[in-house]
T-cell receptor
């Protein structure tokens, strides 16, 4: 069964600090997708990034970057020069085929990031 | 904003009642997935609808049921409400049931008393 672990329950940083959110996953499939979503206090889950299991190239998009390592089943997410508006709960999610054509998302428990001014 | 809308935004029910939650998918999306998010937890997959058929289901009892309409909007129905059904219910739409990014609506907060 697929599983996502976010060991950090809460992180608190001061504005402009860099912060890395950790994610470790378990899956038996060779084809899967990994996501990061942001959930501000309003409740809506906002899509941030997605990687597929065949592409381990790490990228940077603005202040966001991610480190995908299949060897350690990790998909870590870094925010550079954090801002107060980055304060939210961040979820790592794994998507794989659910026995048919359905790809469901399995989420971790989330990491609450607080960026203080 | 994703273009996924949900109604109502908040709802209070009593134990044993029935509730219907609604979701309009993003334009061009034909797949809707529903998730339940308890306080302090990550969302849990309830089921997915693709082209008006249920296309996968999570570990939820049959009193959780759904529908998808020809315009790809969807309903989540919960019968015989229990206190533990209190949660944020999230709808997500995507272009196709497989491998596609799911875009979420703002959710419906359900409180069962």
């Amino acid at each position: 069964a697929q599983k996502v672990t976010q060991a950090q329950t809460e992180i608190s940083v001061v504005e402009k600090e860099d912060v890395t959110l950790d994610c470790v996953y378990e899956t038996r499939d060779t084809t899967y997708y990994l996501f990061w979503y942001k959930q501000p206090p309003s409740g809506e889950l906002v899509f941030l990034i997605r990687r597929n299991s065949f592409d381990e190239q790490n990228e940077i998009s603005g202040r966001y970057s991610w480190n995908f390592q299949k060897s350690t089943s990790s998909f870590n997410f870094t925010i550079t020069a954090s801002q107060v508006v980055d304060s939210a709960v961040y979820f790592c999610a794994l998507s794989e085929a659910d026995g048919g054509s359905n790809y469901k998302l399995t989420f971790g428990k989330g990491t609450l990031l607080t960026v203080n001014p | 904003e994703t273009g996924v809308t949900q109604s109502p935004t908040h709802l209070i029910k009593t134990r044993g009642q029935q509730v219907t939650l609604r979701c309009s998918s993003q334009s061009g999306h034909n797949t809707v997935s529903w998730y339940q998010q308890a306080l302090g937890q990550g969302p849990q997959f309830i089921f997915q609808y693709y082209r008006e058929e249920e296309n996968g289901r999570g570990n939820f009892p049959p009193r959780f049921s759904g529908l998808q309409f020809p315009n790809y909007s969807s309903e989540l129905n919960v019968n015989a409400l229990e206190l533990d059904d209190s949660a944020l219910y999230l709808c997500a739409s995507s272009w196709g049931p497989s491998r596609e990014t799911q875009y979420f609506g703002p959710g419906t907060r359900l409180l069962v008393l």
